[in-house]
């Protein structure tokens, strides 16, 4: 079992930055990928980020590439998402997901945090 809390969600101007972190608690966080989705209102969820076990191999949506940067403490089970150049319509709920080998298909999945408020305003 894994539990997962998100925290540094808030509301920003365009043209700012967040981070978010994810904590992640369990005896085999180390064998899972770590990924960040987000889910608007009316919308689906959708794929952000995502960091593997080893911390070194990532991959980035095209809507947040060249803008956010996930990282992994894999000493102390924390994953990060830093968001730069932060946009409307990036506003979102942002959940932090952990998924043996999982990729950027949300029922790669298995645990999942309850989510953070992120909202940027014009």
């Known amino acids: 079992q894994i539990q997962l809390v998100e925290s540094g969600g808030g509301l920003v101007q365009a043209g700012g930055s967040l981070r978010l972190s994810c904590a992640a608690s369990?005896?085999?966080?180390?064998?899972?990928?770590l990924g960040w989705f987000r889910q608007a209102p009316g919308k689906e969820r959708e794929f952000v980020a995502v960091?593997?076990?080893?911390?070194?191999?990532?991959y980035i949506a095209d809507s947040a590439k060249g803008r956010f940067t996930i990282s992994r403490d894999t000493a102390r089970n924390w994953m990060y998402l830093q968001m730069n150049r932060l946009r409307p319509e990036d506003t979102a709920v942002y959940y932090c997901?952990?998924?043996?080998?999982?990729?950027?298909?949300?029922?790669?999945?298995?645990?999942w945090g309850q989510g953070t408020q992120v909202t940027v305003s014009s």
């Open positions: 369990g005896r085999s966080v180390s064998l899972y990928a």
């Open positions: 960091i593997a076990r080893n911390g070194r191999s990532t």
């Open positions: 997901a952990a998924g043996y080998d999982a990729g950027s298909d949300s029922n790669e999945y298995r645990y």
